[in-house]
C-alpha cells in the first residue's frame, strides 16, 4: 500500500496517523524527567522539524534522541500531534516510526511558518458526553426537567 504524506502546514492539533518528509533543523539538548506514572526516569529532547511549508516541534524520546541529528532528512511514519501547553508537539509513539532518509534533501526549509508557536486551547482530563447527549442524565447547559410536586405550587 502507498503511504500518503502530508506537508508540515496541514497538521492540527487533532492530527493522528500521519506521514511526514522532514528535515531536523535543531535540537535541544536531552533534559530527565521522571515518570508519572511508575516514577521512571527518561530523557526527553524536541527536535525542530519542517518542509517547505512549515516547522514544528517533535518530541524525542529516550533512544529516539539518538536517532536525530540536525540535517537529516526524516521519513516519520503514523506520528501524531499532541498539545504541551497549549503549543502544538509532533509525536512518533510506539507504533510510529523513524527512517532517516539517506541521498534525498529538502533544500528549503520555511521556518517562517512556526507552527508550535501558535497557541491552542487546552483541554485537561478525559473528554466527556456532558452535554452532547446520549446519557441518561442531562448534561452541562441541559436544564432538567422539573419534577411537579401535588400541593405545590411553581415560582414564575
Known sequence: MEKSFVKV?????TSKGVNLKVKVVGKTEP???VSRKDGSIHRVAEAIVGDET???LMTLWDTRIDEVEIGDVLEIVNAFVTLYRGSMRLNVGRYGTIIKLEGEDIEEVNEEN????????EHRG???KIG???????GRGVKKPRRSVPGRRRRP
Open 31 to 33: 533534559r530527565e524527567v
Open 126 to 128: 478525559f473528554p466527556t
Open 9 to 13: 502546514s496541514d497538521l492540527s492539533p
Open 114 to 121: 512556526n507552527l508550535s508557536a501558535m497557541r491552542f486551547p
Open 132 to 138: 452532547r447527549g446520549g446519557g441518561k442524565t442531562p
Open 54 to 56: 512549515g516547522i514544528i
